[in-house]
């Protein structure tokens, strides 16, 4: 984004965003496990520098974040990317996984890739899914297909961990542009067995988006049912949520509680994003 494109992006602006980003990125779970997030995955990123701004940022700059990226072909040019705490997360692996999707006139819809992250997550094998499916721009009916093809992709994703080692640790993460609900969302917790620990956390008021004042809950995990072993030195589910802190929501008007975003329209707003984050809290046995 530019000073000269229609949403007159400056650096002020941008400075801004990071800032708020960053503030919210250090929070995510402090009240939880007194510590900032070892793993934080993120969507529509534009390039390496921004997460570079980011992680030396006023509010991360002291929590040895480092990062996965990978540039792909969706074609408004944003991608997913992962950050990471180095003291916590080593990574071994990564590599990113092309959806092939279709516009109605045959033409190649370019959508953004799926980022694979393996690493050691305090020692222990760990192995992190990072998506975000195409949009329902056009109508959620319509633009289902696209994302059943991505659901399918991330069941490849799997088996291929899965064929490598049958007790792989998978954590799937995301803007899934579904609800839990979802006939992508179902399929893929079919495919292996995985567990949605947002299924229960959608309702009339609470979502992490909203559209014409209905709620959705977009921003999802999934993972392995082995997270909920009981064997000891293991990594293990103890509860997810929503971020959906006070500072995060709009305070009054029409649009009261639902996300404070940074742009509505091409109207400036100064906010944090149209989402709220979502975390999921892991402990080691």
């Known amino acids: 984004m530019l000073p000269s494109s229609e949403k007159r992006w400056s ?39 921004v997460l570079k701004d980011l992680i030396n940022s006023k509010h991360l700059e002291e929590h040895n974040y ?21 003291t916590v997360f080593k ?23 799926i980022l694979l992250v393996s690493g050691l997550f305090e020692g222990l094998e760990l192995h992190v899914i990072v998506n975000h499916w ?13 994302r059943m093809k991505a659901s399918k992709k991330v069941t490849e994703i799997i088996s291929f961990l899965k064929d490598k080692n049958p007790e792989a640790k998978i954590v799937i993460m995301g803007d899934f542009n579904d609800d839990p609900n979802s006939n992508s969302l179902k399929a893929l917790e079919l495919s292996h067995g995985l567990y949605n620990p947002m299924r229960t ?34 990594l293990r589910f103890v509860k997810a949520n929503i971020f959906d802190e006070a500072y995060l929501k709009e ?9 404070y ?3 509505v329209g091409k109207r400036y707003n100064g906010g944090y994003s149209d989402h709220f984050p979502v975390y999921m809290v892991v402990s080691k046995r």
């Open 134 to 146: 195409p949009s329902r721009r056009t109508g959620d009916i319509e633009t289902e297909q696209k």
């Open 91 to 113: 990574v071994a692996f990564s590599k990113t996984f092309t959806v092939d999707l279709l516009d109605d006139d045959g033409s190649i819809d370019y959508t953004r890739d």
């Open 261 to 263: 975003r940074t742009y």
């Open 251 to 259: 305070y009054e008007g029409k649009y009261k509680g639902s996300p």
């Open 201 to 234: 956390l959608l309702s009339h008021d609470r979502g992490t988006t909203s559209h014409n004042q209905n709620w959705n809950l977009f921003d999802q995990f999934l993972m392995t049912h082995n997270f909920f072993e009981r064997k000891k030195n293991t």
């Open 11 to 49: 650096i002020k602006r941008y400075n801004n965003k990071l800032r708020k980003i960053g503030y919210v990125i250090s929070n995510i779970g402090l009240k939880e496990v007194k510590r900032h997030p070892a793993i934080v995955g993120i969507a529509e990123v534009e390039n390496d520098a």
């Open 66 to 86: 480092s990062f996965v990226h990978y540039n792909s072909p969706d074609e408004r040019g944003i991608d997913v990317a992962m950050l990471y705490d180095e």
